[in-house]
């Protein structure tokens, strides 16, 4: 199984990007896929998931409100929108999948993990 995370840059506070996760390896389409992020000098820390069939998404309380996830089961790719960007949403971010369908909180329940996309949010 393999994770593609794309659509990190630099951004201005309150402005706003668009991440993607491509998905690609897995013969079930029955999985979930998490976002989580790691801040400069932070540990990694989670952001928002959702279950590939149905079921309402997940949120930190630091992304309700401000970020949106949402899934093309077409084309296999889970995607971060994140409005309102603040500089405290400077990290890298990593989108993770884990062997079946439950979209947990924590790292230890994702079994892969693509490299992260750099956002970065300038004052």
């Known amino acids: 199984v393999q994770l593609q995370a794309s659509g990190g840059g630099v951004v201005q506070a309150g402005g706003s990007l668009r991440l993607s996760c491509v998905v690609s390896?897995?013969?079930?389409?029955?999985?979930?896929v998490g976002w989580f992020r790691q801040p400069p000098g932070k540990e990694r820390e989670f952001v928002s998931a959702?279950?590939?069939?149905?079921?309402?998404?997940y949120y930190a309380d630091s992304a309700k409100g401000r970020f949106t996830i949402s899934r093309d089961n077409a084309k296999n790719t889970v995607y971060l929108q994140m409005d309102s960007l603040k500089p405290e949403d400077t990290a890298v971010y990593y989108c993770?999948?884990?062997?079946?369908?439950?979209?947990?909180?924590?790292?230890?329940?994702?079994?892969?993990w693509g490299r992260g996309t750099q956002v970065t949010v300038s004052s």
């Open positions: 993770a999948a884990p062997e079946g369908g439950f979209a947990g909180t924590t790292p230890d329940v994702y079994s892969y």
């Open positions: 390896g897995r013969t079930s389409s029955s999985y979930a």
């Open positions: 959702i279950t590939w069939r149905g079921g309402a998404p």
